[in-house]
């Protein structure tokens, strides 16, 4: 394949969505402790926000913390935590320099005060950006998100805001944590792994899958590239008819 072969464009995925999987079996296969496999997974970010950017993607959804991942021990959570404070304290300048807007997604309660903060400043300082959109779903479960959701459109119909009959796909959608942001054209795997886990059940309906065995820290340039190309030959029917 060719490295440089053009990506951006009409038949381009606008809206990029990736499970960065396989930071621990990176280390373990090195010897390493998981702590080294998530720094590299954090190198990982880097290199692939810059190709997104580069490739013409215009939104960009990584999976950084689930609601699952606190019940991996505390140590290793600790350490999770002070990596997307350094990430924020180093990445974020470049970010709001490429014109990069920052969206958070995830359950805000329980999350650390020094945490949410930090956070809260990343979306207002990237507010105004209209380059690539960086969602990092953080705390974040689908299951959870949707609940939420039919929580919310329980509650307007009790007080009256909202009749039963107008309960439709779009009211749903409307009550997610970022409805202004589209749905996934392409939705990337590492570490071959055959699962969704739990990430955007909702809005990737549609969305085209591609799987890589190679492990979140190995992700390079090349293999965004090559997932977008294959995204590219694929003919998106959203469940009709192939017209051949």
Do not use: C
Request: aromatic content about 8%; cysteine-free.
């Amino acid at each position: 394949m060719d490295s440089d072969a053009p990506v951006a464009g009409v038949n381009g995925p606008r809206h990029v969505a990736i499970i960065m999987d396989g930071n621990g079996r990176w280390a373990r296969r090195r010897s390493l402790p998981r702590s080294a496999g998530h720094r590299q997974g954090i190198e990982a970010v880097r290199r692939t926000v810059r190709a997104a950017i580069e490739f013409g993607v215009r939104y960009l959804t990584i999976y950084s913390f689930s609601t699952e991942n606190w019940s991996r021990p505390p140590s290793e959570i600790a350490y999770l935590m002070g990596l997307l404070k350094r990430f924020i304290k180093q990445d974020v300048a470049e970010l709001h320099g490429a014109n990069v807007r920052i969206v958070v997604i995830g359950e805000r309660e329980g999350l650390p005060a020094d945490i949410l903060a930090m956070l809260d400043d990343v979306q207002r300082l990237t507010a105004g950006n209209t380059g690539l959109t960086l969602v990092v779903a953080f705390n974040y479960g689908s299951r959870q998100e949707i609940a939420s959701a039919a929580r919310r459109i329980a509650e307007d119909v009790a007080a009256g805001r909202l009749d039963p009959a107008a309960v439709d796909v779009e009211a749903v959608a409307s009550r997610m944590y970022a409805p202004g942001i589209p749905d996934p054209d392409l939705l990337i795997r590492t570490s071959g792994e055959l699962r969704i886990s739990n990430f955007l059940l909702w809005q990737i309906a549609y969305a085209e899958i591609w799987v890589s065995d190679v492990l979140w820290p190995d992700f390079r340039r090349r293999h965004l590239l090559q997932a977008i190309v294959d995204y590219q030959k694929r003919e998106r029917r959203y469940g009709g008819i192939n017209p051949a």
